[in-house]
């Protein structure tokens, strides 16, 4: 379950792959949902985007919880300039994964929509309902979609050429069911 030096345990390959599979589906569900003309029909799924939202931000309230007392596999090989980049990008991914659906949630309560997660717990109003933030909301959980697709496309980009060319065990020790171990990776050049 532990992370060890030189790989993921399944707890955090577990946060890290539900995440990554909520998320890949939801902006393809959203931009559809939103398509939809008014109705039951677009009630009920504009509430499933909800529900999935809030579970993503409860799921990453964990994941880093976990983060923090259990902390990450060392980086593997590159110049140190990489593992900043690598450190960077990690970090706005949390960022997008808290700030989105705290914003979605604001732009509900500013719309005066009660947010109720599968129809088992209803979140808490955080802001009072108030037209004039309406928009500027929409626009920011919007434009922080686009954020986090572009951070993702660098987090893929990264893990491919760590696979594809440095021939490194970054990816195979983040994959579910890989034990991959710190003998199946080449030496690291950065110091620790
Ligand atoms: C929306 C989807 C995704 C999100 C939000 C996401 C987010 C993250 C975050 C925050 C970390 C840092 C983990 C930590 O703090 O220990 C991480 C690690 C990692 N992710 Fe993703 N990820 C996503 C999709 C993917 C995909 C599709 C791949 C594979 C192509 C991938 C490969 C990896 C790998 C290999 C690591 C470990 C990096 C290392 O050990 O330094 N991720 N991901
Ligand atoms: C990680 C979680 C989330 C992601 C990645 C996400 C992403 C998106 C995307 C890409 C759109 C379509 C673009 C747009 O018009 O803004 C959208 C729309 C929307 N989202 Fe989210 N969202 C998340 C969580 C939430 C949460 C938790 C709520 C509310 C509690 C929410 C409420 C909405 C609403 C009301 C819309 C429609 C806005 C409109 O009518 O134009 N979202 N979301």
């Keep these: 379950m532990l992370n060890s030096s030189d790989r993921y345990g399944w707890l955090a390959k577990t946060f890290h792959w539900l995440t990554a599979l909520a998320i890949v589906?939801?902006?393809?569900?959203?931009?559809?949902?939103?398509?939809?003309?008014?109705g039951p029909q677009m009630l009920e799924m504009y509430g499933l985007h909800k529900s999935v939202g809030i579970l993503v931000l409860t799921v990453t309230a964990l994941?880093?919880?976990?983060?923090?007392?259990?902390?990450?596999?060392?980086?593997?090989?590159?110049?140190?300039w990489?593992?900043?980049?690598?450190?960077?990008?990690h970090f706005g991914l949390y960022v997008c994964l808290i700030a989105i659906p705290l914003i979605g949630l604001l732009h509900s309560n500013a719309a005066n929509f009660p947010v109720s997660v599968f129809g088992i717990v209803t979140m808490p109003q955080l802001i009072a309902p108030d037209r004039a933030l309406v928009e500027p909301l929409q626009e920011a959980h919007e434009i922080a979609g686009i954020v986090l697709l572009v951070l993702l496309g660098l987090h893929v980009a990264g893990a491919l050429k760590h696979h594809l060319f440095d021939k490194d065990a970054t990816l195979r020790r983040m994959l579910p069911f890989a034990a991959a171990s710190s003998s199946a990776a080449p030496e690291?050049?950065?110091?620790e």
């Design 63 to 80: 994941r880093l919880g976990w983060r923090f007392v259990n902390p990450k596999p060392r980086f593997l090989g590159g110049p140190v």
């Design 25 to 38: 589906g939801m902006f393809p569900f959203a931009w559809w949902m939103t398509e939809l003309k008014l």
């Design 82 to 89: 990489q593992r900043w980049a690598s450190d960077i990008v």
């Design 188 to 191: 690291r050049h950065d110091a």
